[in-house]
């Protein structure tokens, strides 16, 4: 119903009823004494819930429907009457229009430090103390995942400190966590990380909340996360990262070996990925990866984001095109050296960014599919791949570049419970295992053309009957 919200009666009344309206005479029934304040408001909600119920009554203004409302503004009031007496006592947090918090803080509390998303936040109010004689900075925090965080320099910083490396004596550190090699469902690791377990941490909560994260892996980071403080590889666990180091093996024989790829494009000024994956007789799976990147963009991502791209540049699992761009003919080159070296049967390009560089490569020879990345294309595949690193029957030969992108790996899932690689959630640069999932699907579904070992057969029908030219 459109227009104006209708007053109250009484509220009409005062005002005369210069509308000359008839006035609601179902109204709620006014209260003749002031009603008793709810049992738990604070003595200040309390004392407004006095002052202000004998103003209403008087004004012949309050129903026992009021009383909700009456008591949130008390609240807010006690609240609001807090908050001046903290800020008298201990100053005002502005933020300034640009950024920062121009306050001079003696004390900064923040609380699961591991959330912060940036440093920022952090900084800002750090040093916001400087003229402060003796200004105190508290960080209590459970473990996180991103190894590039602020939360992840503290703790590095913090553990040096309690081993001796570092002597900082205004800097104390306390750090209550199980160690990554501990077994996680152990009761006595429980307690090694939580000193208060048994007291404060209830030990039949605990075991229950582990039962529920060996059932689902989606739940296992979690656990060891805020149960045990333990730094996990990702938010949300996919590849289990321990399994992937099983099978850091490789197949000492695959030149000449069929295999079909993956190829993953960035754009022009990111890291790309291509990925050979050779099925085997015995069941295994081997995967060879290659990745090209940007020289200049690499520079700057190894120096900004604590990515060790130079490292693995000069141990060639990665190569450096010159300048701010990638080098499409590069790859181009690579792919057309690779497929003297191995029976390359089929490539899987992403449908993004690559029409030009496929349209070559077709060109040349390679056979090339568009392969959508929905759930439609990658459920399969994605799912199998997970089946093989738990199964341990992948071989990656322990390639950095291609771990630290399955450590970087989160899936989103639909109500169908299908499932596809996020780049969008996972936390940095996954291209090597988009490339090998588009891969591993070409690998086990290719099948080789007849007419590659030999040309088309004719057949003709004479009296004895139907014939082949091949009999």
């Known amino acids: 119903m459109k227009g104006r919200k209708p007053k109250p009666s009484l509220i009409k009344l005062l005002d005369g009823n210069p509308g000359k309206r008839p006035v609601n005479d179902r109204e709620p029934p006014l209260l003749e004494g002031a009603p008793e304040p709810p049992e738990w408001l604070d003595a200040e909600a309390q004392a407004e819930w006095g002052r202000v119920t004998a103003d209403l009554i008087s004004m012949g203004l309050l129903s026992r429907a009021d009383r909700p409302a009456l008591a949130a503004y008390c609240t807010a009031w006690s609240r609001w009457v807090e908050a001046e007496a903290m800020v008298k006592k201990y100053g005002a947090i502005v933020k300034s229009p640009e950024k920062g918090f121009p306050m001079k803080s003696p004390y900064l509390s923040i609380a699961e430090l591991h959330a912060q998303k940036n440093r920022e936040l952090w900084d800002t109010l750090r040093y916001a103390g400087a003229s402060r004689r003796q200004p105190l900075n508290l960080a209590v925090t459970t473990a996180g995942f991103d190894r590039l965080s602020i939360c992840w320099e503290q ?53 229950e909340d582990c039962k529920e994260a060996q059932e689902s892996p989606a739940k296992e980071n979690s656990f060891r996360r805020y149960r045990l403080n333990q730094w ?91 300048g701010e761009a990638i080098d499409y003919d590069r790859i181009r080159a690579k792919i057309n050296e690779l ?116 040309g088309p057969l004719f057949f003709y029908l004479d009296d004895d009957g139907w014939k082949c030219d091949d009999d």
Request: glycine share 8%; charged share 25%; hydrophobic share 40%.
């Open 155 to 207: 703790h590095q910083y913090a553990e040096q400190v309690i081993e001796g490396l570092i002597h900082d004596s205004a800097f104390f550190a306390f750090i209550s966590a199980a160690e990554p090699d501990d077994d996680w469902t152990d009761p006595e690791v429980w307690k090694k990380a939580n000193p208060s377990f048994g007291i404060t941490v209830n030990a039949d909560q605990f075991a």
């Open 232 to 322: 996990t590889e990702q938010d949300v666990r996919w590849l289990n990262m321990e399994k992937w180091d099983a099978c850091s093996g490789l197949s000492a024989e695959l030149d000449g070996r069929d295999c079909c790829g993956g190829l993953d494009l960035s754009s022009t000024t990111d890291l790309s990925a291509l990925v050979l994956v050779f099925p085997g007789e015995d069941g295994f799976i081997d995967v060879l990866a290659w990745f090209w990147v940007p020289e200049e963009g690499a520079n700057r991502r190894a120096k900004r984001d604590r990515v060790p791209y130079t490292q693995w540049i000069r141990d060639e699992y990665i190569e450096a095109t010159p």
């Open 339 to 454: 497929g003297k070296q191995y029976r390359i049967g089929s490539i899987a390009i992403d449908r993004w960014n690559a029409t030009q560089l496929a349209t070559q490569l077709e060109g040349d020879g390679f056979e090339i599919v568009a392969f959508g990345q929905g759930y439609a294309s990658m459920t399969w595949p994605t799912k199998k791949l997970e089946a093989l690193v738990l199964s341990e029957r992948l071989r990656h030969g322990g390639n950095p570049v291609l771990r630290w992108m399955a450590g970087n790996v989160s899936i989103e899932k639909d109500a169908a419970d299908n499932w596809k690689p996020s780049k969008k959630k996972s936390r940095e640069r996954i291209d090597g295992i988009v490339a090998l999932i588009m891969g591993l699907e070409r690998a086990t579904t290719w099948q080789e053309s007849v007419y590659n070992t030999r």
